[in-house]
């Protein structure tokens, strides 16, 4: 710990807040006249991010913000430093104690920390929250993500600004921001948790990272180059993605079975993802997601490939995308939706039972069974354009009632005109009947043996032939719009 000094005085000693104030004014982060909430733990970092925020703008203005989690016996000693700290600095603080704990820990101090300084700036219309991460800081992330989260987008956290939230250190690493807050004559005091090898980040900073910089004395500089480039590459990309995105929008098509969905984006032709270069095909399935859904939405390579190969496959499928989004492929097209379409689960809707004659409501189709007398028309449509789903049957064969329920799996039937059975599914994918309808479609059946899909194949056997005596006119009808 030092002793407290005056930051802004003219005696203060060469490398002091001068190169605090110096790193701060060279970020391009803060302008003359800028409001801003200050971020204060008490260490090293945010300490000589304050006196050098005060250096360069004056204390008007400036607001700092102390977190007391009260979890350590030496909460009552930080909250102390950050007073006196202040106080020298002629510096407005206050002082917040968080919510009750929940979950993990360093995650629900994170989040109460910038939950109360979002809160206070936005009471006092300031124009940023400044944070004291420093460029060691910037490297043990960028290990971390390398570790625990595959592709480029985790590498581009910790940015000099993201948001409100600013970052006017990271040009130092700890060790210069340590000195040069030592050198000013800083009070500030060392959390001993950011040594516990139980966390992640510690292992990193006292392990990996003297390691790395072991083997090369700018290693951490240049994993900060490495990720500046990664920022520049990958706002092209953003770019070229969008625009790839927007012109296959731009195609007209009618949606790919996007009744029933919950957020549905629209349907997107395949064919100008699958001849893009995977980086942009990538990229624009992920901003398709994220504009549907409106949060990030991680698309890593397996899944976009896995997308893309489905849309060149007739069967089209779906794609989970986490936290309840799937991405849809249909026709050769690609959608994506906030939840599992509807009729997407492997149970049927339930089976309901119609006397001949008689009528039901099945998942809002209205369903009829009307009894026909000869003559009958032997090669009458099972559907007609402009009208209602229908079928004609032979009422010997098909008996004194009727059942509908949705399609199951296994299901089968002998088309109309075909010898031989095949599965239901096959017949879907022969007709091109998107995914996402074909469970609610009724399924008319005798007994266990399906008669007829409606609108989509009639059973050879239960046709009409020449010697049927008399027909049942089935017709399956769902309100206009539906």
């Known amino acids: 710990m030092c002793p407290t000094e005056d930051p802004t ?31 204060l733990s008490g260490g090293p970092d945010s300490a000589g991010l304050t006196a050098g925020l005060v250096a360069v703008l004056g204390p008007q203005g400036l607001v700092a913000v102390h977190l007391n989690y009260g979890l350590r016996s030496d909460s009552a000693r930080d909250q102390a430093i950050c007073e006196r700290l202040c106080a020298g600095l002629g510096l407005e603080l206050v002082i917040e104690r968080p919510p009750e704990r929940d979950g993990n820990l360093q995650d629900w101090a994170r989040r109460a920390r910038y939950a109360a300084a979002e809160r206070i700036r936005a009471e006092r219309g300031a124009d940023w929250i400044a944070v004291g991460h420093t460029g060691s800081d910037l ?61 992640a980040r510690a292992r990193i900073r006292n392990e990996v990272l003297p390691v790395l910089t072991g083997i090369n004395r700018g290693a951490r500089a240049n994993m900060g180059a490495t990720q500046a480039e990664l920022f520049e590459d990958s706002r092209l990309l953003e770019e070229l993605a969008t625009r790839l995105l927007d012109d296959a929008l731009a195609e007209p098509a009618a949606d790919a079975g996007s009744a029933g969905r919950g957020v549905a984006s629209p349907a997107v032709p395949a064919g ?80 309901i039972s119609i006397e001949v004659p008689g009528e039901a409501e099945w998942q809002g189709w209205t369903v009829r069974a009307d009894q026909v007398e000869p003559p009958l028309d032997p090669t009458g449509s099972d559907r007609e354009p402009g009208a209602p789903e229908r079928a004609l049957v032979d009422r010997g064969a098909l008996g004194e009632s009727i059942r509908i329920r949705g399609w199951r799996r296994g299901d089968r039937i002998q088309p109309l005109g075909m010898e031989g059975s095949k599965s239901l599914q096959d017949v879907f994918t022969d007709r091109s009947i998107p995914r996402t309808d074909r469970r609610s479609l009724p399924v008319v059946l005798a007994g266990e043996e399906v008669v007829w899909v409606a609108g989509v194949a009639l059973s050879h056997r239960f046709r009409i032939r020449p010697d049927s005596v008399a027909g049942v006119r089935i017709t399956a009808a769902r309100p206009e719009g539906r």
């Open 272 to 351: 100008g993802l699958e001849d893009a270069d995977p980086a942009l095909g990538r990229r624009a399935i992920r901003i398709l997601a994220e504009r549907t859904l409106g949060r990030p939405v991680p698309v890593s390579r397996e899944l976009a490939e896995r997308i893309v190969r489905l849309a060149r496959a007739s069967e089209g499928g779906q794609v989970d995308l986490g936290g309840g989004a799937v991405a849809l492929i249909e026709a050769g097209r690609i959608s994506v939706c906030a939840a599992a379409p509807a009729g997407s689960s492997t149970e049927p809707a339930g089976a």
């Open 9 to 39: 005085g003219s005696d203060r000693p060469s490398g002091g807040p001068g190169r605090l104030s110096e790193a701060i004014r060279t970020s391009g982060l803060v302008d003359p006249g800028d409001s801003g909430v200050i971020l």
């Open 139 to 199: 490297a043990e992330t960028l290990i971390y993500r390398l570790a625990s989260s595959p592709g480029v987008r985790p590498l581009l956290a910790m940015r000099a600004r993201s948001g409100r939230v600013i970052r006017p250190l990271l040009a130092l690493s700890r060790d210069e921001t340590r000195r040069a807050a030592g050198a000013a004559g800083l009070e500030f005091a060392d959390d001993l948790s950011n040594d516990d090898p139980a966390y």
